[in-house]
């Protein structure tokens, strides 16, 4: 098993359950206020026929963009199967679909995650690993980050021999402002365990590149 420092308990790891962060959070009203000043920032005039509903359409949006943070990734991994007949190999699920924004420019980031792991005692429904990459990656991000995030949740609440997990995606901060470069993906990976050494690692890392 893997031996990592362990996730912050559930209550913690979501910061949308934390009191003091909910008594922070402006309300719909106010979100909506600043959407207004954000168009009038850009040129626009936000009473116009145009744009009166926009304000409301983008926080609505918000709500969708950042689910994450409504949701707990360790209580996503939380049922889980001991019953899998002695299997002990390699459990691999690849392009996930990624959706997750840049915390520094807020702009889009998408992509795909692969996930691997080496059962230990138990296995974990394989839509779950779709599901804990939609609750982090729903949040701001660096990709960076949000890939370390996947592989210890993944590693903490399993405790498997080996993860790995790799992000390959494409930022729109770098397509539609800056240098404006298009078709760039970036490429992350994370490897724990087993994964992190030969021949493993060898082995793994040609299966995630397909």
């Known amino acids: 098993m893997l031996d990592i420092d362990p996730l912050p308990s559930s209550s913690t790891a979501n910061a949308a359950q934390d009191p003091a962060s909910a008594a922070a ?6 979100a909506e ?3 207004r000043t954000l168009i009038r920032w850009a040129g626009d005039e936000p009473t116009r026929e145009g744009l009166l509903a926009t ?3 983008v926080v609505r949006a918000y709500e969708e963009w950042f689910a994450g943070y409504r949701q707990d990734p360790v209580r996503v991994l939380s049922r889980t199967f001991g019953e899998v007949g002695g299997y002990d190999d390699l459990v691999l699920l690849r392009d996930i679909p990624l959706q997750s924004t840049c915390e520094h420019h807020m702009a889009a980031i998408r992509g795909v995650v692969h996930i691997a792991y080496l059962p ?6 394989i839509s ?3 599901r804990l990459v939609e609750a982090l990656g729903r ?3 660096i990709q960076e980050r ?6 210890d949740t993944l590693a903490n609440v399993l405790q498997p021999r080996g993860v790995a997990v790799i992000v390959q995606a494409s930022h729109e901060c770098l397509s ?9 993906p970036m490429l992350t990976r994370r490897l724990l365990g087993e994964f992190a050494q030969e021949p493993r690692r060898q082995e793994i890392l040609a299966m995630l590149a397909g």
């Open 120 to 125: 230990s005692r138990r296995v974990v429904g």
């Open 55 to 57: 304000p409301a359409r």
């Open 33 to 35: 206020a600043a959407v």
């Open 139 to 141: 949040r701001l991000q």
């Open 128 to 130: 779950k690993l779709a």
């Open 146 to 151: 949000l890939t370390t995030e996947i592989a």
């Open 25 to 30: 959070r402006p309300s719909r009203a106010k």
């Open 176 to 184: 539609s402002r800056g240098v404006r470069l298009h078709g760039v």
